[in-house]
């Protein structure tokens, strides 16, 4: 981050190494674009984006061509990162309607909502019709890639830069890690993000290899190559996206187990990968936000496998359902996908969990606000927030009866600062309260239009978009799209993905004249 | 208090001066009985529910007649005063369906029900046919007499006992108050409780004698003496009960203009009433939470009004509501009403609010969580929570940008302590997390017997009964009643109230296994 230097805010350079991260997501286009070469559609699409994208990197860059980055400034490019490079994603989205192609994602808001959250590996969509008869495989593939890019800028956002902030809760992992801090992992950012990207590139390329493994080997007859490299490429960034309508639900058994454990290492501090490959996997167990994580998925799991099994949650229409009642391998592993995908805010599904009754639903609702692990690609609060919190009303509850006890909440063994504790609550807080408020707009909004929407969906679709977590209910659900929204809706949900990202701070700290005040 | 004794936890004591409350709790029975034997109905009731109310009340005293509290006892004593009052005030439904008058109070979880929701001053009800043709006057005069006698208990509690026990935001109005701070106004806390009810009393009496003198002058023809007593019992408390089944629609408009005000002195903290009786009104207006509540009630009653007016806010049947569009006297007029009742959690309504738009009902369900100010008998969050967690949000911001800054957070020009603040920040997201956890087991309860109630009613259910404000949208709205829940709802939304009411804390203290060790 270079020196820390409060003198102003100097936006150009922002801007400028904005331009460097358009110049290189430019490269990636190249790979649809050979795609679109291959199966003969959509490779003009792509030459075009591949051109504009250049330039307009280019451009950027000149604005200050010897970049030289405050902390102050850093606010300013992480927010700026996001935002830019979710528009110029749209590119290829409105040339492909252009250029032929009839698409809902040709509309500008749409195409925005789309991109932005596949940068921000969200997952929810606005492509009504998500189908390879009607997109080119260059165009699924992008969709895709974008939030495969999306998930490498957050393990940066996660590791190196909100720490450097010191907001995100981030910062606790150094007092977790009874080891070297993440900080100490390697002295610089730049290696930091390198060995936590290869754990990344690995997972991705490993869960490629199995799956197309399990279609060779017969147990997979649908995921064909192109499926078998689409899906790990939003499983690792907690995406979400597959260019089948019905998600995982159109695969196989094994391939719904052989995803869930790739959801659950996606959820997972990348910083403790380190340490597993350092040949101290016991570090990975020793880890209370990981023991937290592992113990939320299997009580959470337990309960709606219960439910499913026993036929509890599921709702009066039976037929409308995969068999799933007194079937104890379909209970455990929906109960299972579901509440991993969820709670890492993939929002992958392997059944429509729309038909579920009120209970199992709620329960998933509830879900959405944990989210995956400090250090990961997960979003919404999660879990070493949950965990501070827990600790800290524990401790609440024991100074009232003892007012004289001084009593530290404590992480891993080391004192959590009563600054990060505020900074903790201070986060959680000002999510619900996004949560309530984005809630009361969306509510609104439909209402002027008439467009019927019930409360649990608004809510749904806000817990979903402002978690990264993709898919709600109902009209949201993971077998429908946010396309009936109108469009002031959509730009208000493709915001809360934004400074969902981005952990909120970040943005706000923008809106503070002391920011700007030299 | 006494002096504070951490060696033990003297049940006893505790449980003997509850017994003490209940013995003066028997006396406020001789009332409806009075008015039992004037109507000719429900004397033998009140006769016997006395009778049986001082037995207990001696009963309980004998258990420690000589009793010393100490701080940790307060806890015990608080939880149980509400809990054994409520269960002592259901005697008189009970004995009344027991000797002769049909009534959905006849059934103990009912009674239960609503004698908790009257003495926490919650109002809400399952009182399914309320009209004096179907129950006594003496029967409906000790409903509302449960709320006026419960206010009282609250103002005790939120002045003098919770800053005792140092929970609850009352500790802030210390450091509010420019001048002597609360525990400074009188030198003892029952001089301090009495120069409150002092003030409590006087409201109620000039409230009776405003709505009778506007039936005397003839601007409210059924605003007879009956009304008239009956209905300041639950301003002041900010309570919300009504002898009439459509609450305040039933009476003129004069009559609801009257109420207003007194609404709002209900939910404002008693101790600036000192002031004022002082000479210093100048006092209430310097008060920041004061100047909060007011403001919140002005933006929000102005939004209604404009919603109302307009005929945004109005459903799709105008033929269902009184005519309020393009009538500005009547839009203003329900907008305020209704915005005072739920924001200082009275819960009276002079429309049935359930036939509005959408993003007017959503602003209620917002207006629910803002409460009444610390030190009134208003329920809910309360003002001066929300003034510091948004002072304190803005210093967050401010330390994001000046990490080496130290900002503390200043209220009424006073330093709040870090402690308090974090207690704040606990207290609100334990309300939230509590409001989350119950709208999930109600709705899995209505789902399990198949009672039909959406995530909106849920929702208002839980936040109308955990904030003390009574009604709630659709079959929990002001013109309906809690009665179709099942049992095991309604034994959970009892629990909401009075841990509510409480404030959360000194019933989940009572909890901890620090509380009970020596
Ligand atoms: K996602
Ligand atoms: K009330």
Same mark, same amino acid.
């Given at each position: ?25 430019? $490269? /990636? ?5 050979? *795609? ?21 990197? /280019? ?29 110029? $994603? ?15 994602? +040709? ?18 969509? *606005? ?27 957050? /393990? ?38 390198? *060995? !936590?990207?290869? +754990? ?48 995982? #639900?159109?695969?196989? &058994? ?25 040949? #101290?996997? #016991? ?15 299997? /009580?959470?799991? +337990? ?71 400090? $250090? ?61 408020? &984005?809630?009361?707009?969306?509510? &609104? ?20 978009? !402002? ?35 981005? #952990?909120?701070?970040?943005? !706000? ?10």
């Amino acid at each position: 981050m270079g020196a820390v230097s409060w003198s102003h805010v100097d936006w150009r350079a922002s801007v400028g190494l904005v331009g460097t991260v358009v110049k290189y997501l430019s $490269g /990636v286009l190249l790979v649809p674009l050979a *795609v679109g070469l291959y199966y003969g559609a959509d490779a003009p699409t792509f030459a075009a984006a591949f051109a504009i994208t250049v330039a307009i990197g /280019v451009a950027l860059e000149r604005v200050d061509p010897d970049p030289d980055l405050g902390a102050r400034e850093g606010f300013l490019m992480v927010a700026l990162t996001w935002l830019l490079v979710a528009i110029v $994603g749209t590119i290829p989205y409105l040339l492909a309607g252009f250029l032929g192609t009839e698409s809902t994602l +040709a509309q500008p808001t749409n195409a925005l909502f789309e991109s932005m959250s596949g940068f921000t590996t969200t997952g929810a969509t *606005v492509m009504g019709d998500i189908s390879l008869d009607r997109h080119s495989h260059a165009i699924m593939l992008w969709r895709q890639l974008t939030q495969w890019l999306g998930g490498m800028g957050i /393990v940066v956002l996660a590791v190196a830069i909100l720490p450097e902030l010191s907001v995100g809760g981030a910062q606790l992992m150094d007092a977790e890690a009874p080891g070297p801090g993440i900080q100490k992992l390697t002295p610089r950012i730049a290696e930091t993000a390198r *060995v !936590l990207w290869l +754990a990344y590139l690995g997972f991705t390329l490993l869960e490629m290899l199995l799956l197309y493994g399990l279609h060779l080997g017969g147990l997979a007859p649908n995921m064909d190559l192109f499926n078998a490299v689409s899906h790990p490429l939003t499983t690792m960034p907690t995406g979400g996206f597959s260019p089948e309508a019905r998600s995982i #639900e159109a695969f196989s &058994a094994a391939v719904q187990w052989v995803i869930i454990p790739f959801m659950i290492a996606a959820g997972t501090n990348f910083a403790l990968f380190w340490h597993v490959l350092n040949g #101290e996997p #016991e570090r990975l167990f020793r880890d209370t936000e990981f023991r937290s994580y592992a113990g939320v998925i299997g /009580v959470l799991t +337990a309960v709606i496998a219960g439910l499913l099994f026993t036929g509890i949650g599921i709702s009066a229409n039976p037929s409308a359902v995969p068999p799933i009642v007194g079937a104890l391998e379909d209970s455990v592993r929906h109960a299972a996908f579901q509440i991993v995908s969820i709670v890492t805010t993939t929002g992958y599904a392997s059944m429509d969990f729309n038909t579920w009754g009120a209970p199992a639903k709620y329960l998933l609702l509830f879900a959405m606000f944990v989210g995956g692990s400090a $250090g990961s690609t997960g979003g919404a609060i999660k879990i070493v927030r949950w965990v501070v919190i827990v600790k800290s009303l524990r401790r609440e509850l024991f100074t009232t009866v003892h007012p004289e006890a001084v009593s530290p909440v404590r992480l891993g063994g080391r004192v959590i600062d009563e600054r990060a504790l505020r900074g903790i609550y201070a986060f959680t807080l000002l999510y619900l309260v996004f949560f309530f408020v &984005a809630t009361m707009l969306v509510v &609104a909004d439909a209402w002027r239009v008439g467009y019927q929407v019930t409360a649990f969906e608004s809510m749904s679709a806000v817990a979903a978009t !402002l978690g990264n977590v993709g898919p709600g209910f109902g009209v949201v659900g993971p077998m429908n799209s946010y396309l009936g929204f109108p469009a002031t809706s959509k730009l208000l949900l493709t915001f809360l993905m934004w400074i969902g990202r981005l #952990e909120i701070l970040p943005v !706000l700290v923008l809106l503070t004249p002391a920011y700007w005040r030299t």
